[in-house]
Nanobody, 122 residues
Framework: QVQLVESGGGLVQAGGSQRLSCAAS????????MGWYRQVPGKQRELVAT???????NYVDSVKGRFTISRDNAKNTVYLQMDSLKPEDTAVYYC????????????????WGQGTQVLVSS
């Protein structure tokens, strides 16, 4: 089994910063891409940022220049540094990881964290 545990959410004022962390644990061979999504009630879950095992990153346009995704492969952890936060960044943030469970199989599956609430006050 694979578990993803997020931390770092909470209340922050507009213009402030917050850092989210997500650590993967359990039994697996390797982690390919990792990423962050967010969801507001009544709306679809939105991709925020992704990072490959080699460090290539991708961001949704609305967070470019403000958010930075990074990862520590030795710790199986992905981070999301969020700066210049806006009220519209308020959402539940979920981390995801594409995990390869066994060395003898190239199959990889998506795993999700439980979500962490980020609330940006104006």
């Amino acid at each position: 089994q694979v578990q993803l545990v997020e931390s770092g959410g909470g209340l922050v004022q507009a213009g402030g910063s917050q850092r989210l962390s997500c650590a993967a644990s359990g039994s697996f061979f390797s982690i390919n891409a990792m990423g962050w999504y967010r969801q507001v009630p009544g709306k679809q879950r939105e991709l925020v940022a992704t990072i490959t095992s080699g460090g290539s990153t991708n961001y949704v346009d609305s967070v470019k220049g403000r958010f930075t995704i990074s990862r520590d492969n030795a710790k199986n952890t992905v981070y999301l540094q969020m700066d210049s936060l806006k009220p519209e960044d308020t959402a539940v943030y979920y981390c995801t990881a594409l995990v390869r469970r066994w060395s003898f199989s190239s199959k990889a599956s998506d795993y999700w964290g439980q979500g962490t609430q980020v609330l940006v006050s104006s």
